[in-house]
């Protein structure tokens, strides 16, 4: 296995028989978890594996997505735990709090499968820039509604 193909399956978990991209997706969520706590590198990881993914998907899957490639959902998965991110201090104090990056995940893997909208544009693009983009974009989905769900426990919690 060379390394384009390592970074595409995240270290192994794309070449699960079944379902590769939600085990893809939940190891993202294992290794995202920690990253919650430190914002920036949370960012720095988005940014990191959004374009090494690309390179990645371009150079192994030359430009299609295969079910082992898995490095898109690590992006999209990590960019729907942004909407995770505790406000100061409100970690220890908000009841629902675990509940949220379980939601990412649930409204990731949602968008990821359904392919609404724009996340199904990129995703028939057949190239790697469509192979990363839908998830990109299905993470930013789960993201927005994720952070709905947020307003909305906090108005009720008041």
């Given at each position: 296995?060379?390394?384009?193909?390592?970074?595409?399956t995240?270290?192994g978990?794309?070449?699960?028989?079944?379902?590769?991209?939600?085990v893809g997706?939940?190891?993202?969520?294992?290794?995202?978890?920690?990253?919650?706590?430190?914002?920036?590198?949370?960012?720095?990881?988005?940014?990191?594996?959004?374009?090494?993914?690309?390179?990645?998907?371009?150079?192994?899957g030359?430009?299609?997505?295969?079910s082992?490639?898995?490095?898109?959902?690590?992006?999209?998965?990590?960019?729907?735990l942004l909407?995770?991110?505790?406000k100061?201090g409100?970690?220890?104090?908000e009841?629902?709090?675990?509940?949220?990056?379980l939601?990412?995940?649930?409204?990731?893997?949602?968008?990821?499968?359904?392919?609404p909208?724009?996340?199904?544009?990129?995703?028939?693009?057949?190239?790697?820039?469509?192979?990363?983009g839908?998830d990109?974009?299905?993470?930013a989905?789960?993201?927005?509604?994720?952070?709905?769900?947020?307003?909305?426990?906090e108005r009720?919690?008041?």
């Amino acid at each position: 296995m060379d390394i384009a193909r390592l970074i595409a399956t995240f270290g192994g978990c794309g070449l699960s028989p079944r379902a590769p991209g939600t085990v893809g997706s939940l190891a993202a969520l294992v290794v995202g978890l920690p990253l919650l706590k430190r914002p920036r590198l949370l960012v720095a990881g988005i940014t990191a594996v959004t374009v090494v993914g690309w390179w990645a998907t371009k150079r192994s899957g030359k430009g299609e997505d295969h079910s082992w490639i898995v490095i898109d959902e690590v992006a999209g998965m990590w960019i729907a735990l942004l909407a995770c991110l505790p406000k100061t201090g409100e970690q220890a104090r908000e009841k629902w709090f675990w509940m949220y990056p379980l939601l990412a995940f649930a409204f990731f893997r949602l968008f990821d499968i359904t392919k609404p909208g724009p996340v199904g544009v990129l995703d028939r693009r057949h190239d790697a820039t469509g192979v990363m983009g839908d998830d990109v974009i299905a993470g930013a989905m789960a993201a927005l509604c994720v952070k709905g769900v947020r307003t909305v426990m906090e108005r009720t919690s008041h």
